[in-house]
């Protein structure tokens, strides 16, 4: 039984050994942290990992929103590692916002945290915390005193060198070496003596920072002691040694470097040649030809680079050698260094070199190539403006006006049409460099060849060539005058792209007159551009005198803004549609009208005001068999103390034409009757009244329901109408069917009853000059509109309407903090905007809540036809969004029952 206790152990040790591994992989990999995560761990999340993780995170979001949370993180974290990164997240932030705390931490118990905020001060780069900063150079802490050295010599505080200095005699090496360093960058000569006792210290770091800061503060003396560096035991020292004679620049080093060319460490061998490059002494030219077939190619890629720095003739071999070096880092410095030489073994040498295969190797030859300067290898040049590489052709383009000035112009202007931007961009650059008359008349003259969208996708690259030169907007504005009609149009076309409008708007209208056809489209593009509201007045007065058909159509293919549109160029767009004589510009003019949201037809007269309903045809009655009918006796007057005479208008003569229907209940005689088709009695040309619209239900004034036996109702005859007057045609659509007479219990047909309603008759020029009711049979005046015509136009004064409300709604919003406007405040705001609200054949409706808990304050109209089918088919409905919708007009009333489908997207909004 033993072997099966054992097998179970061994069974349970196999399952405890697989969950550990899954929970330290679980461990090793935690889930990223987004910023927006790690704002809000800070008080949740309890492991200390994830806390420092999302503070990091804070602080490469470049975000100074981030502060906050960071400054909060620094304060109150219970962990000195969270608190320390989140001192360096604020530092990398580099927001002032955190200067105050991160002040503040530098007296934080853990000496990590205080070191994190030194450092970070000094990211911050604020001179406010430099006395602070000198206090933590006692603190007990070497970390602490080490970050406050290295913050004072970063802010570049000159008062800090006694300070400093006394830390040079710090017991610990990680402090010295920090002073060292801030000694160094405070660029001080009085640190020089303080400086050379360190060359002595014990401690390597400390002796390598030292003869790096001596050679950044360039002062002679130093020369020696650093040169006995040079044969110090660490190579370190002596590597730092070497770096710090070549940043000395003194040809009392040059003997000892030549020494330290052969040492036995690359590393100090590489820096030896390194500053002999930047002694420039030619005495160490043949050494470093030597260096050239060293065994370590960093110490050949520094070789060869200072060969090219001495530019001694006779190592122009060795350096053309070093072109086949099999390590790229040579060859591309080599290649460099032949731009040193005027000889023309460097110039064929770097010209085969542009056949390389390395893209880098072919972009350093043309850059040398541009650095000698020689004409005789433009043709190289240009061939290179098709090299595969982007950037071997930017290089090409620079190239070109330093090595053939003007005789590259045309290689330069191909290059300013490429496709490529970036080449564009270059080209337009060089352009400018070479400033010649030549120079700025070829751009213009590319400008113009080229086609307007052309034009605005490449206005960078234009922009760039014309700023880059003085007075360029006058010297176009010369070139606008130019015999040349090619020039005049780039000249346009570059004056768009560089003043701010409107300063060229003279120009482009004068342009507008051009007797070239391709200049006068230049100029109504740019102006169309630039000033939208001249270029709509511009084509009222000027469009219809423009000759060319073509022009015309481009003309009004510009036309898109129907804001502020001048009430000229409707009639001017309504007489280019019905009277042009190419096809192709009256199709433009209709679809200019319908992108102006214009009507296509304009009635004699128009109105202010929103159309008459009583102007609106009826719709048609059915057409009936004739037959014998009797005609009502006359309805009784109503005596004169009882019912008021109607309202007259002072310009209009007093009427006493008849109501349309009578009201009346007629029952079926034994055969069959039908009733007869009506017919309104005409007012006179020379007499029309003005009824006001009945309030209240029910029959007319002056219309009684007769008393009697049941009998056929009929109109009584009616004068005939004035030969001058013209009638309105009949409906399209024909007669509408009546539904049949009913029967009753006892199977008798009675009929149905006939209200007559009065409609209004609004005092309206159209409504004086023509019929008011007209039978369906007859014709429709001269100049009037039909049914349909009459509400499509309705329904898109509608829509215009509640895109200014919409516009008026957000302006007032702005105004007043959030809120939406009520009716009256509206007719404060805009007078127009009250019109619409009162009678009119729409009604209005405004609805307007304020801001709650549960959603920002909204708004919303709701227009519905006075008469379905009559002053409108469709309702309307806004809100806020600014989105117009529409239902039909049969749909129930409430809007949130309606099937609502938008029609405009866009708003005044």
Excluded at 21 to 41: F, H, I, K, L, Y
Excluded at 641 to 655: G, L, M
Aim: hydrophobic share 45%; net charge neutral; aromatic share 4%.
């Amino acid at each position: 039984m033993s072997h099966i206790g054992s097998g179970r152990r061994w069974w349970v040790a196999a399952v405890l050994l697989l969950a550990g591994m899954v929970m330290g992989e679980r461990w090793a990999s935690p889930c990223p942290v987004t910023a927006q995560d790690g704002r809000r761990t800070f008080t949740d999340l309890q492991d200390r990992e994830a806390r420092r993780r999302a503070v990091e995170e804070l602080g490469r979001s470049g975000d100074e929103r981030q502060v906050t949370p960071l400054v909060e993180a620094l304060r109150g974290d219970r962990d000195f590692l969270v608190r320390s990164a989140a001192a360096e997240a604020l530092g990398n932030l580099k927001s002032e916002l955190g200067l105050p705390a991160l002040t503040a931490a530098l007296d934080d118990i853990s000496p990590d945290v205080r070191a994190a905020a030194a450092l970070a001060l000094a990211r911050l780069g604020r001179p406010a915390a430099i006395p602070r900063l000198r206090q933590r150079l006692q603190d007990a802490e070497p970390l602490v005193r080490s970050a406050a050295a290295q913050a004072l010599g970063k802010l570049g505080d000159a008062q800090s060198l006694p300070e400093l200095v006394n830390c040079l005699s710090d017991a610990e090496p990680e402090v010295r070496t920090s002073a060292t360093e801030a000694l160094g960058a405070l660029g001080r000569r009085e640190a020089v003596e303080p400086l050379l006792r360190m060359l002595g210290d014990s401690n390597l770091y400390v002796r390598s920072r030292a003869a790096m800061a001596l050679g950044m503060l360039g002062d002679p003396r130093a020369i020696p002691a650093v040169s006995e560096l040079l044969l110090d035991k660490e190579r370190t020292v002596r590597a730092s040694a070497a770096e710090a004679l070549g940043r000395l620049r003194d040809r009392q080093a040059v003997p000892p470097l030549l020494e330290a060319l052969r040492d036995r460490e690359a590393a100090v061998r590489q820096n030896a040649a390194f500053a002999l490059g930047k002694i420039g002494d030619e005495t160490a030219a043949d050494a470093l030809v030597d260096a050239l077939r060293d065994e370590d190619a960093r110490v050949r890629a520094r070789a060869v680079d200072a060969l090219g720095a001495l530019a001694v003739p006779r190592t122009l071999d060795a350096i053309v050698d070093s072109l086949r070096d099999g390590d790229a880092l040579v060859r591309t410095l080599a290649v460099q260094a032949l731009g040193n030489f005027k000889d023309d073994r460097a110039t064929e040498a770097l010209v085969q070199t542009l056949a390389a295969d390395d893209a880098l190797l072919r972009r350093r030859a043309v850059e040398s190539l541009a650095k000698i300067g020689d004409a005789r290898t433009l043709p190289a040049i240009q061939t290179a403006l098709g090299d595969a590489n982007p950037a071997v052709r930017a290089s090409a383009v620079v190239a070109l006006p330093r090595i053939g000035g003007s005789q590259a112009l045309p290689a330069l202007l191909t290059a300013f049409q490429s496709d490529d931007a970036a080449l564009r961009s270059t080209a337009a650059f060089a352009l400018a460099r070479l400033g010649s008359e030549e120079a700025f008349v070829g751009v213009v003259e590319a400008v113009g060849r080229m086609a307007f969208d052309d034009v605005l996708n490449r206005r960078i690259a234009i922009v760039g060539f014309f700023n880059a030169l003085p007075e360029s907007p006058l010297r176009l504005q010369g070139l606008v005058a130019s015999p040349d009609a090619l020039r005049r149009r780039g000249a346009l076309l570059g004056l768009m792209v560089v003043t701010v409008p409107p300063a060229a708007t003279g120009t482009f209208l004068e342009a507008l007159a051009d007797s070239d056809p391709e200049v006068r489209r230049a100029a109504l593009a740019a102006l169309a551009r630039t000033d939208p509201a001249r270029f709509a007045e511009a084509t009222a007065q000027r469009l219809a005198a423009e000759p060319d058909p073509a022009v015309r159509v481009e003309w009004l293919s510009r036309l898109t803004e129907p804001r502020g549109t001048p009430p000229a160029l409707a009639e001017t767009l309504r007489g280019l549609a019905r009277e042009d004589v190419a096809p192709e510009v009256r199709q433009a003019a209709v679809a200019a009208l319908d992108r102006l949201r214009l009507p296509r037809v304009i009635l004699p007269g128009p109105s202010r005001t929103l159309p008459a309903i009583a102007d609106v045809a009826p719709l048609p009655g059915p057409e009936l068999p004739p037959s014998l009918t009797v005609p009502l006796p006359p309805a009784p007057l109503p005596p004169a103390s009882a019912t008021p005479a109607p309202t007259v208008a002072a310009n209009e003569a007093p009427s006493t034409a008849p109501a349309l229907l009578p009201t009346t209940t007629a029952s079926a005689p034994p055969s069959r009757p039908t009733l007869a088709q009506p017919t309104p009695v005409l007012p006179s040309p020379t007499a029309s009244a003005t009824v006001r619209e009945s309030t209240a239900p029910g029959p007319a004034p002056g219309l009684v329901p007769p008393s009697g036996p049941p009998e056929t109702a009929t109109l009584p005859a009616t004068p005939a109408a004035s030969p001058t007057a013209a009638v309105r045609p009949a409906s399209p659509t024909g007669p509408t069917p009546r539904p049949a007479p009913r029967a009753t219990a006892a199977g008798k047909v009675s009929s149905t009853a006939v209200a007559a309603r009065r409609l209004p008759l609004r005092r309206l020029p159209e409504a004086r000059t023509a019929p008011v009711w007209v039978s369906p049979g007859r014709t429709l005046p001269a100049g009037s509109l039909s049914a349909d015509d009459r509400v499509t136009r309705n329904e898109a004064q509608v829509m215009d309407y509640l895109e200014r409300l919409v516009a008026a709604q957000l302006a007032f919003r702005m105004a007043s903090g959030g809120r939406f406007a009520s009716l009256a405040e509206l007719q404060q705001q805009e007078r127009e905007l009250e019109a619409p609200f009162v009678d009119q054949d729409y009604v209005f409706a405004l609805y307007v809540t304020e801001a709650t808990a549960f959603g920002p304050a909204d708004f919303f109209v709701l227009a519905t036809p006075r008469l379905a089918g009559l002053t409108g088919r469709r309702a309307f409905y806004v809100d806020a969004s600014g989105i117009i919708r529409s239902s039909d007009a049969g749909q129930p009333w409430l809007p949130a029952a309606r099937q609502w489908a938008p029609v405009r997207s866009r708003s005044a909004g």
